[in-house]
């Protein structure tokens, strides 16, 4: 048998090492392209169809000018007013003079303490309700007889218990944005496949254990999207609760400057109000997706 030279050897090294890896691990570079494109493509047609979306919003708007005969004030009417409140949002010329960034960083504390203690209320509940029977049939009840209550009417209850209206407002925040985590946990729990706890109970795993590795990691995707529309609703409701409260606060703000007939300043926290929301939802959406199922 023909012995293989030193030079032969080095010849196979250099070949082994010009060999190409499979496709499976180098993706060809016209393919990164198209997906490049694709994505780009998709960027272009959302900001597209965002722009056309906000068009249409701005030429009803204007329309509704017309029809009001200039009594709503006009897109550009609003938008110079605004820019006029963002130039200085944070002054503090006493309790009835602030500007709208003290009066949002109040509503945003307010809506943060009543949903985080609604979120912790609500979880719990919710995998009781969606694990057991027995919790289901004595919490369903309860939960059907309070959801439909409007934030309004629980004004009164929390300025009773709390005797303050800050506290009174964090309430109503509490109270009405927990059930859409705990409906959506309670969901979630009640979905888990039979195959998943049958694997549980043929490994042996704790009750710790099955909270941690199965029931928990199969409902997040649906209490995220609980979570989600519970911030929906916390942020919907305190406009409605700081006109009732007073004091500060984008609600607060709102109803002040009806009363001083400044419809523009009206209009421009409403626009504030939608953005505010807007990013709620989008940070939620961004949390939804990455712990969603494949």
Do not use: C
């Amino acid at each position: 048998m023909k012995e293989i030279s030193e030079t032969d050897e080095l010849k196979l090294v250099e070949i082994k090492m010009k060999v190409v890896p499979k496709e499976s691990q180098r993706e060809p570079d016209d393919y990164k392209k198209k997906i490049f494109i694709s994505k780009l493509i998709e960027k272009g047609k959302s900001l597209l169809f965002t722009i056309l979306g906000l068009s249409l919003f701005l030429l009803f708007w204007s329309f509704i000018t017309s029809f009001t005969k200039g009594d709503l004030p006009g897109p550009k009417a609003t938008l110079t007013v605004l820019f006029e409140m963002l130039r200085d949002p944070f002054y503090d010329y006493g309790p009835n003079d602030k500007g709208i960034g003290l009066q949002l960083m109040v509503s945003l504390t307010t809506v943060l303490k009543g949903f985080l203690l609604g979120s912790i209320v609500a979880i719990p509940i919710g995998i009781l309700m969606g694990a057991s029977n027995i919790y289901r049939l004595l919490f369903y009840p309860i939960v059907q007889l309070l959801k439909p209550v409007s934030p309004l009417a629980w004004f009164p209850i929390g300025l009773v218990v709390f005797k303050d209206t800050g506290m009174a407002t964090v309430f109503i925040v509490f109270i009405t944005s927990l059930w859409s985590t705990l409906i959506n946990t309670a969901f979630g729990v009640s979905t888990i496949p039979q195959d998943h706890k049958n694997v549980a109970k043929a490994f042996g795993f704790s009750k710790m254990r099955y909270l941690t590795k199965i029931l928990i990691p199969y409902s997040l995707p649906h209490i995220i999207t609980g979570l989600r529309l519970s911030i929906g609703v916390a942020w919907l409701v305190i406009v409605a609760g700081e006109m009732l409260s007073g004091g500060t606060g984008i609600g607060f703000f709102v109803w002040d400057s009806w009363n001083a007939l400044s419809l523009e300043k009206v209009m421009s926290a409403i626009l504030i109000i939608g953005t505010v929301g807007l990013i709620f939802d989008k940070i939620f959406t961004i949390i939804e997706n990455k712990v969603s199922y494949k």
